[in-house]
């Protein structure tokens, strides 16, 4: 398994390049650069962007370096139809490293995030990872707390179906499914703060935030207290949208196996059904279950919960990086993309050594990467 474990890790350099080369050239042939969005804000509202942008500084992408001299003079001279002078534009590419050839700035960028220098925001003024550290405990609370409700509700309620399959237990909780399936996140969100966050009824659980403003001045028992009592609407919101798929995986590879001719043999050699399910039906239903972990944990932490944090006001990864899509942050958008890729890359790994643990009879060492 060690030399297994070794060749995929191997393959994960690869893989990562070729998603950040990938990426890099989707993005770069995309219309509207973070140049192209102050020029557009500059003929727009001269004043307001020079007082933002002649007295704040900015990186070049990817180099983590010292940030280069502050742009002032030409911005302020400029209003309007008037235009902009070529020399200030120019001024501007160099300041954001768009002077040197595409191919460079890849390279530069790579270079840094192998020792995961990740460099300073374009439009915020603040360096990536300080960025990303400050929004990680929202999408780490909803990631957590929504995958592992989802799975500790998704995989009982699937084998239960898969075992009574017919019955009217079946029947009543595939509604459940249905519903969970047919209703966006963000909808059973709305309803949810309609109902229960003073919309139009009850006003039980707060709207806004992952805290109260005074959670410094409480006891620990009531910040606990305080914290599930912000997180608990965004997570029920996202348990929602999620539960119904997994339920559905989960009865469909249960069955698939309760069908299979060992499960008949075991049955034959009179072997309870308790005895059957948890000791031969479990682990190979199990699997195909426990594949979809990683990506389903890194698509809630990272993307999946955006439409969430808009709603309920939380400030996390998602939000930050459509942020960045928006604006053209480049920093923002290929440093997370490439942590994130490199965290879901390991998380696959991962989850096959979790193969081996659910079934021994799997062995690695005879795979072939």
């Known amino acids: 398994m060690l030399a297994y474990i070794v060749r995929r890790l191997l393959l994960v350099i690869p893989t990562?390049?070729?998603?950040?080369?990938l990426n890099f050239l989707i993005v770069q042939a995309a219309p509207g650069g973070p140049v192209e969005q102050i020029l557009a804000q500059l003929q727009g509202t001269?004043?307001?962007?020079?007082?933002?942008?002649?007295?704040?500084?900015?990186?070049?992408?990817?180099?983590g370096g010292e940030a280069p001299a502050q742009l002032d003079g030409p911005a302020g001279s400029y209003r309007g139809a008037q235009g902009l002078d070529p020399q200030f534009i120019a001024?501007?590419?160099?300041?954001?490293?768009?002077?040197?050839?595409?191919?460079?700035?890849?390279?530069?960028?790579?270079?840094?995030?192998?020792?995961?220098?990740?460099?300073?925001?374009f439009f915020k003024d603040r360096k990536v990872v300080d960025l990303v550290i400050e929004r990680m405990p929202v999408s780490i609370s909803l990631g957590i707390w929504t995958t592992l409700l989802t799975y500790?509700?998704?995989?009982?309620?699937?084998?239960?179906?898969?075992v009574r399959d017919g019955s009217?237990?079946?029947?009543?909780?595939?509604?459940?499914?249905?519903?969970?399936?047919?209703?966006?996140?963000?909808?059973?969100?709305?309803?949810?703060?309609?109902?229960?966050a003073g919309g139009s009824y009850l006003d039980w659980f707060p709207l806004r935030g992952l805290t109260s403003p005074n959670w410094d001045e409480l006891s620990w028992p009531a910040r606990i207290a305080d914290y599930f009592w912000h997180i608990a609407l965004p997570v029920l919101a996202m348990v929602i949208g999620g539960f119904a798929g997994?339920?559905?995986?989960?009865?469909?590879?249960?069955?698939?196996?309760?069908?299979?001719?060992?499960?008949?043999?075991?049955?034959?050699?009179?072997?309870?059904?308790?005895?059957?399910?948890?000791?031969?039906?479990?682990?190979?239903?199990?699997?195909?279950?426990i594949a979809g972990f990683p990506s389903a944990f890194i698509g809630v932490l990272f993307t999946g919960a955006l439409l969430i944090e808009v709603i309920f006001s939380l400030n996390g990864l998602g939000l930050l990086g459509f942020e960045a899509i928006v604006?053209?942050?480049?920093?923002?958008?290929?440093?997370?993309?490439?942590?994130?890729?490199?965290?879901?890359?390991?998380?696959?790994?991962?989850?096959?050594?979790?193969?081996?643990l659910v079934d021994p009879r799997i062995h690695f060492e005879s795979q072939e990467v």
Not at 170 to 193: E, H, K, Q, R, Y
Not at 273 to 281: A, I, N, P, S, T
């Open 168 to 196: 009217r237990f079946d029947v009543w909780t595939s509604g459940a499914v249905i519903i969970g399936n047919a209703i966006p996140s963000f909808l059973f969100a709305i309803l949810l703060i309609v109902l229960f």
């Open 152 to 162: 500790l509700i998704s995989i009982p309620l699937g084998i239960v179906k898969a």
């Open 327 to 356: 604006q053209r942050d480049y920093p923002i958008m290929f440093g997370t993309l490439f942590f994130f890729t490199l965290l879901g890359l390991l998380l696959n790994i991962i989850g096959d050594v979790t193969y081996m």
């Open 246 to 289: 997994l339920t559905m995986l989960t009865k469909n590879s249960f069955l698939d196996q309760i069908h299979q001719q060992y499960v008949i043999t075991a049955r034959a050699k009179g072997l309870s059904e308790r005895r059957v399910l948890y000791g031969h039906v479990f682990r190979n239903g199990m699997l195909i279950v």
């Open 16 to 21: 990562l390049f070729g998603i950040m080369v």
């Open 46 to 63: 001269a004043v307001e962007a020079t007082a933002r942008f002649g007295g704040g500084a900015g990186t070049e992408v990817g180099t």
């Open 91 to 121: 001024d501007l590419e160099k300041q954001f490293g768009f002077d040197k050839p595409m191919q460079e700035r890849f390279f530069i960028m790579m270079g840094n995030y192998l020792t995961f220098d990740f460099g300073e925001s």
